[in-house]
């Protein structure tokens, strides 16, 4: 499965009332509403699918919900949509001891890895530091290959 943002523009004027009517709408699909440059409203969903058809299909259907034009329907992977608006991914996330349980070291040699540059750490807050996963997995594959 794969998510996709879905964008939704109505013929109708961005209010106050419109655009809470398009967010309590389709409220379990995280949305997000604002005016378009044309006068109009669009909605943004975030939907789990298989493709982008069938995920077109489902934003077909959610689309009549709303007794309004349907002017526009966009159908993005959400890792384009981040693209396209210029958001860099966030890596996933793991702490000195997972690194250290994926390596098969103690959480000591991950920190004296991070001050040597080996690895390379994230400071969140006073005493925690995170290293991006996919760092630590080439890190395991360069150690297994020695």
């Known amino acids: 499965m794969t998510e996709y943002n879905i964008r939704l ?77 210029g958001l860099t991914p966030v890596p996933e996330l793991i702490s000195t001891d997972d690194a250290a349980e994926m390596l098969g070291v103690t959480r000591q040699a991950i920190d004296k890895q991070i001050k040597t540059g080996k690895l390379h750490g994230h400071r969140v807050g006073e005493r925690t530091v995170v290293l991006a996963r996919a760092d630590v997995i080439a890190a395991a594959a360069r150690k297994a290959a020695d």
């Open 9 to 85: 523009e109505y013929q109708m004027p961005p209010t106050e009332e419109s655009g809470e009517l398009l967010v309590d709408t389709f409220a379990t699909f995280h949305p997000a509403s604002g005016p378009v440059g044309n006068g109009n409203i669009d909605v943004w969903l975030t939907i789990q699918g298989a493709d982008a058809y069938d995920v077109s299909q489902l934003a077909t259907g959610l689309a009549s919900k709303v007794q309004r034009p349907l002017i526009a329907l966009e159908v993005l992977p959400t890792t384009d949509f981040d693209l396209r608006n």
